[in-house]
């Protein structure tokens, strides 16, 4: 969890310096792509993470992309920061949480919801009115099938968790009888 506060902390910070949702959306842009290309990459990963390379040539080489893709200069002075200090393996997840600050700006959430077996439509949409009503956004929801679960859902919006699976409710329930 720490990654994700420091992610945030970036994110937010760099989302804060840009001046319209344009360059917003060119620099999540940029990011998911270095983002991305690290995560698929190992020989790229390698190449931002390696100590022996100088920090001017790993500055130098993020600069280089970002200015390529046109984006604010902000942006290449956020991605200067990071390889500064020494924060570019937290690039990927500030990325992503890059992308889910500009979304929440405006009005929108993703959720991630895993049931026993698969939703049906109008299940789905009240389920998506309820976390609606619990974030005050707008949600966007993917919905994969997890058959551990046994029954119920678990929905994960950020790191925000409602579970409400029958696989948990048995396990408070063996716990209880447990400690009784």
């Known amino acids: 969890m720490k990654d994700r ?17 344009h360059q917003a959306e060119a620099a999540g842009a940029i990011l998911l792509a270095v983002g991305q290309a690290m995560e698929r990459s190992p020989e790229l ?24 893709a046109g984006v604010a200069g902000e942006v290449v002075r956020f991605l200067h920061t990071i390889v500064d200090n020494g924060r570019v ?15 929440k ?8 919801v895993a049931s026993a077996g698969p939703l049906p439509p109008d ?13 005050g956004y707008q949600v966007r929801m993917t919905c994969a099938v997890d ?22 409710q048995l396990r408070w329930l063996r716990r209880r009888m447990v400690e009784e």
């Open 123 to 135: 299940l789905a949409d009240r389920l998506r009115g309820v976390l609606e009503r619990i974030t």
């Open 147 to 168: 058959a551990s679960l046994i029954g119920g859902v678990v929905a994960r919006i950020g790191s925000r968790i409602y579970d409400g699976s029958l696989r948990t």
């Open 5 to 21: 506060k420091l992610a945030t902390r970036y994110a937010r910070a760099l989302l804060a310096a840009l001046p319209d949702s």
């Open 89 to 103: 393996a937290s690039l990927p997840a500030i990325a992503q949480v890059f992308q889910e600050e500009r979304e």
């Open 105 to 112: 700006a405006r009005g929108f959430v993703s959720a991630s």
């Open 45 to 68: 990963r390698t190449a931002l993470l390696n100590p022996a390379i100088p920090r001017p040539t790993r500055r130098q080489a993020l600069g280089t992309l970002a200015e390529k």
